[in-house]
């Protein structure tokens, strides 16, 4: 099965809700307030127009779509967010392959930033020690909704970066 990374255009923006709303179903079950939970069609279309929404194409289905932009009051280093997998391809990779294109080709080789972010909640069951298991070492913590914390992170991209860590 051929295998296409490419930036989201208007005209995905249905389908990239279709996969942000089932993969994030599961968040507003535990009560975590991310602000994709609550996604719309007129965000999903904003974030593509004015950030950078990529998506993975798998044959004709698109299964993964992950964000980046910049989010200077918390970082220097590229912010990753809106990180989704179709539920249908759970379990498959999917995440790992979008995830790692993400970090490496385009933040590492395409921009050449020596480390990335990203944030996930404190009370998620497995997010935190999966971004761990990747290299993500925790810098930051602000509140999330009445009850959870925001937990940013930060992976060294290049052996030699200093990252908000050091």
């Not at 930036?7 to 079950?29: N, T």
């Not at 279309?45 to 993964?64: E, K, P, W, Y």
């Not at 992950?66 to 280093?77: F, G, K, N």
């Not at 998620?124 to 761990?132: G, K, V």
């Amino acid at each position: 099965m051929s295998e296409v990374y490419r930036l989201a255009r208007p005209e995905d923006a249905e389908e990239v809700l279709r996969i942000i709303r089932g993969a994030y179903a599961s968040l507003e079950r535990l009560g975590i307030e991310f602000r994709a939970v609550h996604a719309d069609l007129a965000m999903v279309r904003d974030n593509i127009i004015h950030h950078s929404c990529f998506v993975l194409f798998q044959g004709d289905a698109m299964t993964a779509t992950i964000s980046l932009r910049s989010l200077e009051e918390v970082t220097e280093y590229p912010f990753l967010y809106w990180f989704a997998v179709d539920p249908l391809v759970n379990g498959r990779g999917v995440g790992t392959k979008l995830l790692t294109f993400a970090e490496e080709t385009v933040v590492r080789d395409t921009m050449g930033a020596p480390a990335v972010t990203l944030a996930t909640s404190l009370k998620h069951p497995w997010l935190l020690p999966m971004y761990e298991r990747r290299g993500y070492e925790r810098f930051y913590e602000r509140e999330l909704g009445k009850d959870d914390k925001l937990v940013f992170l930060s992976k060294r991209l290049l052996p030699e970066a200093q990252t908000i860590l050091s």
